[in-house]
Nanobody, 120 residues
């Protein structure tokens, strides 16, 4: 399975972006889909989880501003980001696995990332 993120770019403070994560290949039992981000000089952090039969999870830093959704017909996961601040500047990654790991490198599949830059 390959995951490809897109939709990143530059936006002003308070703006919005919608990221996409498209899976190619058989995703099978990798029912946990997650978004991570890594800011310059910081560790990659998990910010959102989407898993059937479980409540969506959002890290405190993005809760209320970011929303995940999924289009099964397109094999695509989305992350809608609103009220962006400079603290959201990072490379954003999606990941998939049967288990919702905290660590990104434990996921069976993950993408190469898409850059989001928020400036005033």
């Amino acid at each position: 399975v390959q995951l490809v993120e897109s939709g990143g770019g530059s936006v002003q403070t308070g703006g919005s972006l919608k990221l996409s994560c498209t899976a190619s290949g058989y995703i099978g039992g990798m029912t946990c889909m997650a978004w991570f981000r890594q800011a310059p000089g910081k560790r990659r952090e998990r910010i959102a989880i989407l898993k059937p039969d479980f409540e969506d999870y959002y890290a405190a830093s993005v809760k209320g501003r970011f929303t995940m959704s999924k289009d099964i017909t397109k094999n695509t996961l989305y992350l809608a980001m609103n009220s962006l601040t400079s603290e959201d500047t990072a490379t954003y990654y999606c990941a998939a696995d049967r288990t919702c790991w905290l660590e990104w490198n434990r996921y069976e599949a993950y993408g190469q990332g898409t850059q989001v830059t928020v400036s005033s």
